[in-house]
């Protein structure tokens, strides 16, 4: 009987690249059995895909009237998946939209919910997490104490997906009935942001952040130069999107996202306690900045003390070289 249940995030058939960390990290904590809840559009292909990373079992929802990010029905199908494994644990990506489906699903089961876990260990049976708090200031290890089961959000990169599953997970179709009530929310449309070719911030091994020290807008053609060269996704400080620099989405911080990349490089940030609540925990941080006492530098793994715009160029080059 598995012990552990993953929700799966995935777009159209393909798990995300945090679910793949979340099954590898389900697996190293060691509760016993994997499985993983694969909810919405997609859903039978995404399951084929989870046993390279540990799941023992899939357990499928995707009913022909499912949306993508629909609360109510994917809630009713989470709760199905938990009763349906009896996993007493359940990881999932700490992200908005399924937060939203995870708090619902808890109180339905009487569980409790610790999210934004950056580490995870096993005290018998309870899961210990480790997360930052009071924006990033302090670091908590708690666990959810009375009923079960333990909803536990874990934040993108801080696991690195490894496989070591057997490679297929047997797939279990959930039997859900909606009641009426479960269809009260229609999508009548989405839309896509522009990537511009980028990895998303949560899904990218790297980031390179520019902030008011870029000086205009045209800086961030810097910034995403830089990016490219690594593969990494471009993100901003608040003073850069406040001021019209780039979309309001790639903020990150308190206010906006929350990112635990292997590599954030910030330029021209200067480390603000609110920008730190959204990318302290990422695990190497590259400072560039022209003020030695920038407070970005007592969280930086390296520093540069310099004008970015003479610094930027030339390691641009060198990375290329490198490349080539
Ligand atoms: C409720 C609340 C929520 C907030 N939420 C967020 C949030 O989610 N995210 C966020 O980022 N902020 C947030 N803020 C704003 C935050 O307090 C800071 O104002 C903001 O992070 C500052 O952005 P910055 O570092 O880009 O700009 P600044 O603080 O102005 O820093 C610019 C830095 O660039 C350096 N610099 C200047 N020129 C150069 C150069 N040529 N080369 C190298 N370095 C240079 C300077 O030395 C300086 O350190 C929030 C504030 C509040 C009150």
């Not at 349906?84 to 808890?106: C, E, K, N, Q, W």
């Not at 790297?206 to 807008?217: K, S």
């Amino acid at each position: 009987m598995p012990e552990t249940l993953v929700l799966v995030d995935h777009d159209a058939g393909a798990p995300k690249k945090v679910s793949n960390q979340i099954l590898t990290a389900a697996r190293q904590l060691g509760a016993g059995g994997v499985a993983a809840a694969l909810l919405g559009p997609g859903a039978s292909d995404a399951a084929e895909k989870v046993g390279a990373f540990g799941a023992d079992t899939a357990y499928t929802w995707d009913d022909p009237d499912a949306q993508q990010y629909d609360t109510e029905p994917e809630t009713a199908a989470l709760v199905a998946a938990i009763e349906s494994s009896g996993a007493s644990i359940v990881l999932y990506p700490a992200d908005p939209f399924i937060t939203d489906i995870v708090a619902r699903a808890a109180v339905r089961t009487g569980g409790g919910v610790i999210g934004d876990a950056t580490d995870l260990e096993l005290d018998d049976d309870r899961v210990v997490a480790t997360k930052a708090i009071f924006g990033g200031d302090m670091i908590s290890r708690c666990h959810v104490v009375g009923d079960r089961p333990q909803f536990i959000g874990v934040k993108p990169n801080a696991f690195s997906a490894e496989e070591g599953g057997d490679g297929s997970a047997q797939v279990v179709p959930l039997d859900v009935s909606l009641p009426e009530t479960a269809r009260r929310a229609e999508i009548v449309e989405v839309h896509e942001e522009e990537s511009g070719g980028r990895p998303e911030m949560t899904e990218a091994s790297i980031i390179v952040t520019g902030g008011r020290g870029l000086g205009d807008a045209s800086g961030f053609e810097t910034i995403e130069q830089l990016a490219d060269t690594l593969g990494a996704a471009v993100g901003a400080s608040r003073a850069a999107t406040d001021a019209g620099w780039y979309p309001h989405q790639h903020q990150i911080g308190q206010t906006g996202k929350t990112v635990a990349p292997g590599l954030y490089i910030g330029c021209g940030v200067s480390g603000a306690i609110q920008h730190r609540a959204g990318m302290q925990t990422s695990q190497r941080i590259v400072a560039i900045n022209k003020d030695a006492e920038a407070p970005i530098f007592s969280i930086a793994d390296f520093g540069v003390v310099g004008d970015l715009y003479k610094v930027i160029p030339p390691l641009i080059e060198e990375l290329e070289k490198r490349q080539q």
